[in-house]
């Protein structure tokens, strides 16, 4: 150490005075904080940050029933101002109502032609709670899963952000054939419960809309994240739409970013002018494509997906292997949901508003846009959906329609027909004076109860 000088009066001190008794706090103070300030540097990278918090997240003694996934924080908000970090957290709580219309006199199953419905369960989830159904034909519920995202904030509060109306119950659940779950809560979190709603993982990475799973049990799912992309708003951040790979525990493998994927590909022209912001994609549907149209147009090879872009009024092909949109469309409809390929290789969506502001289930020839059948509202066939909607043609030739925000279900058959109709008999609202959304609904096509359900 380099030795500090001293007056020419005081030298006969210097034996004493040059280790003064504070000296040694204060080197050790000063090198506290030099450690400090490295280990700030050191962690400044978001990869090495989201390794550190992930390892304590999953090192804490106290860990509730289940696998936990935290995800990586990917927005570095000491770049933002309060206002824009403020317009994000509006961005991300997002979400869907319980319900929005006027509760109906009809309640139940009100349709049933016992010779034309299907006989499957039907499995379908409902605005008043986070909460799974599956029902028989004649409205009887069967089983049940439930969990609710209190449970999951009160365990990891710095994980999972406090409850908001979009966690009140599921936008999408995916029933597995062992009688397991996946279930998202809108804008949030993807979790998986057994068939007794026993937690087995979740993963709190901003889980919205829709997911699937590949043959070997992978799971993509719809992703979001907010920020501010200068090339499409200076200022004003926007909701960026992610297909992420989870294995089948629920733990992440890549994201693929929807943005880049248009940017990238011969379709970028369908994505909005600079100056846009706020929800600017709304990406509500993810089916992997199996193959059966690859012989009208490559674009459809097995393992791509077939997306669903409300705000773009497009549905979409993205290719995983390259993370670029190889085949894109626009035709008649607008704010579509849920467009699937069927059997006979033409696709099947549920059209919001664009039947005249009213809607219609399109059945289109994906390689001309021709409409090949639809079951459109009218005087006679009253159908009406702002915000969801599906349509899913049957084993047994008819169509499930979910005029999802009016709490109702319908089997119709090839002409029309109405054979089978159901209305959401739970309530939703401050004074439970609304129907129940019912986001989605599926009927199995095994007649028979699933053996997992024999013990019931």
Known sequence: MREVPVSAGSRHQRGHARRRPWRVPLIIALGGLFALAGLRLLLSSDGIRGMVRSLVTRAEPDSPDGQWNPVRPVVADDRLSPEQREKIKRLLSLGYAGGTRPASVASGVTVIDETLASRGLRFFISGHAPEAMLMTRDGEIVHAWRYAYEDLHASRPAVFPPPVSATGCWRRARLLPDG????????????????????????????HHDLDLDAGGNIYVLTREADVVPRLHPDDPVLLDYVTLLDHDGVFQRKIPLLEAFENSPYAGLLPKPGVSGDIFHTNTLELLDGRLVDRSPAFRAGNMLISVRELDAIAVLDPRTETIVWAAKGSWSRQHEPTVLASGNILLFDNVGHRGHSCVLEIDPVSLESIWEYADGPQTPLFSETCGAGRRLANGNTLIVESDNGRALEVTPDTRIVWEYYNPHRAGEERELIAAIPDMEILPDEAYPVWLSDR
Do not use: P, V
Not at 180 to 207: F, N, P, Q, T, V
């Open 180 to 207: 397991d779950l996946l279930a998202i809560y809108e804008g949030h979190a993807l979790i998986k419960l057994d068939r007794r709603s026993r937690l087995i993982w979740s993963y709190a990475g901003k889980c």
